[in-house]
């Protein structure tokens, strides 16, 4: 490590700032916010600073002395860090000199060789700071590096920080036992976006009654069951990317993507809960089981499932699981297949041309559902079909029964959002053939309705919706 990492006490610093170059200025506003005192000096500063917007008419702040001038040696009289931004070499060097002469801190703006301390690139959320350096080595990874966590890190935790500290003492009191308690600030700032836009009087309040609500018997286990899209990682929200590096053990379904799990927290336990071909895995009241242990040890637990967790995806009997063993459960949702899928293809599941609803369903068709195929599809409506590919036949069949045209416009897409995606268009007459053909395998979704007509790649290959309706 080249570098020393501290963080100054604001208000028992005076900081003198040198010339009135937009480089100068750009410190002058990095403090602007602290408690510090500061100095310019500069023939033009009052100019500078009026024209950035910083005189202290402009901004209100107290304790800036800005002097029209040249730097004088009685200057750094009193100052306990220095910045020089001037245009000219001899008074730099003059400057740099003179400070060090009394062991001053010194940084001359953008010369990392000349100065013997670097200003770190940084962000708040309240009194939270963050700051960043690679000793000047790799200054676009730390631009990156502060992107990526300014993203994870919501701005209302500043907010929520401020609040959390001001009823600290109170909290201590309501929550005596110190795991619980660390516990409670854990789930506060998993959901500090709950507490966007509002004033921290209000946050204190909240958090005293989150505290008080807190319950006593509960487990110090926690379950997340986590919604991880149909497949691209980027399509993650990132309260759940956030919940996949913090969980202790990730229990996770067939669906759930290799990229998805490549993010998850480095010692993580993975836990496979899916089907394999001829093997029905741990059945769902096996993964109730593992849920419900993992979480009485005091573990954190994300339940991972392809998509968002509450479609076709047992969530109910899950959650009833948990609650009966008063452990503490939150739903991070996800982005679903047929949400994924309507962004690839490019098909608005709505339209005012064509749909004004559109129809979840499952094609499991044990599970009882088509039995009324006429209130599923039709003229105005989209349909869309999980677990379909098998039923593909009666699907069609059941819905050309029905009176629904035969011409009917479908898409059948596998693997959707993923690098292996494969789309297939035809009719509800040629649904069975289109998936036998194309060997379409299950993960694979169903889109049924004249929306399906705009399909980008059909309306790029030049494919004629209304000769896909003649053949039909
Ligand atoms: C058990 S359901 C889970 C649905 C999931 N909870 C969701 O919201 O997308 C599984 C079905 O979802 C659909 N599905 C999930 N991911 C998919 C993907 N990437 N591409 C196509 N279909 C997908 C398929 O119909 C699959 O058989």
Do not use: C
């Not at 023939?43 to 500078?48: M, R």
């Not at 801190?105 to 013997?116: E, G």
């Not at 009191?173 to 921290?200: H, S």
């Not at 035969?406 to 959002?417: C, H, L, Y």
């Amino acid at each position: 490590m080249s570098s020393i990492p501290v963080f100054l006490t604001a208000e028992k610093h005076h900081i003198l700032i040198v010339g009135d170059s937009a480089a100068a200025m750009a410190k002058v506003a990095l403090f602007t916010d602290t408690p510090a005192r500061i100095s310019v000096i500069a023939p033009n500063a009052s100019a500078a600073l009026k024209e950035a917007g910083l005189l202290p008419a402009d901004t209100g702040r107290s304790g800036m002395h800005v002097h029209d001038r040249v730097f004088a040696e009685d200057d750094l009289q009193g100052k306990t860090l220095v910045y020089i931004g001037v245009e000219d070499d001899i008074t730099e060097e003059r400057i740099v000199r003179l400070a060090q002469a009394r062991s001053l801190p010194v940084n001359v703006i953008d010369k990392p060789a000349k100065s013997n301390f670097t200003t770190p690139a940084q962000f708040a959320r309240g009194p939270l700071q963050v700051a960043f350096s690679s000793g000047g080595v790799a200054p676009v990874f730390v631009r990156r590096l502060r992107s990526s966590l300014e993203k994870l890190l919501p701005p209302s935790l500043g907010v929520l920080a401020a609040a959390a500290g001001a009823v600290r003492t109170r909290v201590k009191t309501i929550i005596p036992d110190g795991t619980r308690r660390r516990l409670f600030y854990d789930r506060l700032f998993d959901n500090a976006g709950q507490y966007a836009d509002l004033a921290q009087d209000e946050v204190e309040r909240l958090v005293l009654e989150a505290a008080k609500s807190h319950r006593v018997g509960a487990t110090t286990g926690q379950v997340q069951l986590v919604g991880a899209g149909p497949g691209d990682p980027d399509l993650l929200t990132i309260k759940a990317h956030r919940a996949l590096q913090q969980a202790d053990v990730i229990v996770y379904d067939r669906l759930v993507s290799r990229d998805v799990l490549a993010l998850a927290r480095r010692d993580a336990e993975l836990v496979f809960v899916g089907k394999r071909e001829g093997d029905h895995g741990v059945g769902q009241d096996g993964i109730n089981r593992i849920i419900v242990e993992e979480a009485l040890k005091g573990r954190r637990v994300v339940r991972l499932k392809g998509g968002d967790p509450l479609l076709f995806a047992r969530a109910g009997e899950e959650l009833e699981a948990l609650r009966k063993h008063d452990i503490h459960v939150e739903v991070v949702p996800g982005i679903s297949a047929f949400q994924g899928i309507a962004a690839t293809t490019q098909i608005p599941l709505t339209d005012r041309q064509h749909a004004s609803s559109i129809t979840l369903v499952t094609g499991h068709l044990k599970d009882g559902a088509f039995k009324d195929w006429a209130r599923l599809s039709g003229q105005g409506q989209t349909l869309a079909v999980y677990m379909g590919v098998r039923g593909a036949p009666k699907i069609s069949a059941g819905l050309i029964g029905e009176g629904v045209s035969p011409s009917t416009p479908v898409a059948v897409v596998e693997n959707g959002t993923r690098a292996t995606e494969r789309r297939f268009y035809g009719t509800l007459a040629t649904l069975p053939d289109l998936v036998t053909e194309n060997d379409v395998k299950s993960p694979a979704l169903l889109l049924i309705g004249d929306v399906v007509s705009t399909a980008r790649d059909l309306a790029e290959t030049g494919f004629d919706a209304g000769r896909l309706a003649a053949t039909a």
